[in-house]
């Protein structure tokens, strides 16, 4: 059974910078992805950021030029490298991986969430 824990949120002044982190536990011999996702209160959930297996990214355009997510070569751990972060960057923030087996999306792990709190 896959597990994820995520780390790294927290609260900051606009400008700042913060690197959230996604680490899964257990073990998985499909391809995996892995996206980044927000929520706010009352919203649904978004797709902030994401690399394929092949390691290809997607970057929201709110988000793009200030985020960067990676992947360790094992690809067991994951990063979200949020500069210059705004006050509409406010929101928990969740990892998410997707296994693949032929190409089909079989099984989705979601993170707890972390909290990002940006003051203006």
Do not use: H
């Amino acid at each position: 059974q896959v597990q994820l824990m995520e780390s790294g949120g927290g609260s900051v002044q606009a400008g700042e910078s913060l690197r959230l982190s996604c680490k899964l536990s257990g073990s998985t011999r499909m391809i995996t992805s892995m996206g980044w996702y927000r929520q706010t209160p009352g919203k649904q959930r978004e797709l902030v950021a994401y690399m394929s297996a092949g390691s290809s990214t997607y970057y929201d355009d709110s988000v793009k030029g200030r985020f960067t997510s990676s992947r360790d070569n094992d690809g067991r751990s994951g990063y979200l490298q949020m500069d210059s972060l705004k006050s509409e960057d406010t929101a928990v923030y969740y990892c998410n991986v997707r296994e693949y087996a032929g190409g089909v999306p079989v099984s989705d792990y979601w993170g707890q969430g972390t909290q990002v709190t940006v003051s203006s």
